[in-house]
Structures are given as C-alpha cells and as structure tokens.
C-alpha cells in the first residue's frame, strides 16, 4: 500500500485538482484535526456525488467499520444534526467512540441477528457505507442481508474493493470470489426480463434500480423495479 500513499503535503489541493471537487466535503476531509479519517482521494467527490441529497435529513445511516472513530465525526459534520449514525465494528475498542458523533455497537457485519438488531434500533436504514473487513464473503453476506432491508430509494456502498484482486481477502483476478464477478450476476438478476433464465437471487437483483462502479468502490441504488416497456410516438 505504501506506493500509494499521498506525501505530497496539500490534501485539498491535490483532490481539488485531480477531481475538480471542491465541496464542503473537501474542506471537513482536509481540514480534520480531530480523530483521524483514512479516505482514498478519490472518494471524497463520490460521497458528495452519491450522499449529498441526504444533507440536512433524518436519513439514517449505518457505517460498516469505526475504525479510530474520524468518519462519524466526518459524516455528522457533514450530514447535520438530524442524521442517524450507527457504526459497527469488531473491535471492542470502538466502544469509546459511542455517543460522540453517533452511535457504535460492536458485532460482526455478518451476523444477521446483530445487524437486525442495530437497523430495528436506527429505525430503519436509507445509507449504508460498507468500509469493514474488505473480505470477499463479508462484504456479500453484509449486502445480501442488508441490502433488502434498505428503505426505497436508499444507497448501499462498498468501498475499498480493490481487495477484490486479492487473495488474502477472498477475491483474484478472475476468480469467482471476486465481488465484481457478484455484481455481473446482479446485473443478469436486474435483466431477467430479458434473457428468460429466470433471477438467482430472487428479492434482490428485482429491486436494484442501479448499479455504479468506479474504482474500489461498488454503488447499489433500490429503488421500484417495472416490467420495462417501450412506445413510439411522434409523426
């Protein structure tokens, strides 16, 4: 990861540059000088791009990974006062974040009664933002569980999915734990219509009105799902 690493000094200049962002966002990543936030450049616009029309809302959303606790404080800056924020982690240590910018409570993201348990307190769920273990099968076991559970017009996303191309995380190039070989098979879900074999994975492929790729991230809208139709009109 190393060769990755920004040593370039200006944060904001080089995303501001890169991006041609240069949203409020911008200024809460870059300019953080509490617990520490660890994001990929790139990301920043994306939030922005997928999140912002739930500024200023009750949305409720659930943070998959606390990690040292400068997300929340990011999101609830940003989000505003009315947000619900949950966090989940397996570190016990998270429990000291608890309170201070939303609400943490450890468990696995793939225990399905834990994660019931956490979405029955929030009182529903409209964003989830799955940046936990990265691991193959815990990131699809999270969103098939989740993902059903996400209010209509809601957004799941998965980032860090580099981890897809590695094989200490369950993933490899070409391999079919790959998560974006998952997503193939959603995308054939979502076309049903058209290919007659009929959905894998019934409930979840019919209610995905919307899938994204960008790097290392995956991006799941729901949203209602129609029998496609098509009409000519005009001279």
Not at 83 to 91: H, M, R
Request: hydrophobic share 40%; charged share 25%.
């Amino acid at each position: 990861m190393k060769k990755y690493r920004f040593e370039e000094g200006d944060v904001a200049a080089d995303i501001r540059g890169k991006y041609a962002y240069d949203g409020e966002l911008l200024a809460i990543y870059a300019g953080n000088d509490g617990p520490e936030v660890h994001k990929w450049h790139h990301y920043i616009p994306l939030y922005d791009r997928y999140f912002a029309r739930f500024r200023g809302t009750s949305v409720r959303f659930l943070e998959i990974g606390v990690a040292k606790g400068g997300s929340l404080q990011m999101w609830r800056r940003w989000l505003g006062e009315a947000a619900v924020i949950f966090g989940i982690d397996v570190n016990p240590d998270c429990a000291r974040f608890d309170g201070e910018a939303g609400e943490v409570r450890i468990g696995s993201q793939t225990d399905p009664d834990f994660l019931d348990a956490v979405v029955a307190e929030m009182g529903g769920l409209d964003l989830v933002l799955d940046d936990g273990s990265h691991r193959m099968t815990h990131v699809r076991r999270s969103f098939e569980h989740l993902f059903p559970r996400l209010s209509a017009g809601g957004i799941y996303m998965i980032e860090d999915l580099h981890t897809a191309y590695w094989p200490k995380f369950g993933g490899g190039y070409g391999t079919s734990g790959n998560f974006f070989r998952y997503m193939a098979e959603v995308a054939d879900d979502m076309h049903h219509w058209y290919h007659g074999q009929g959905e894998r994975r019934a409930g979840l492929g019919a209610h995905v009105s919307g899938m994204h790729i960008h790097d290392s991230i995956a991006v799941f809208e729901k949203g209602p799902v129609h029998r496609p139709v098509h009409s000519r009109v005009g001279a």
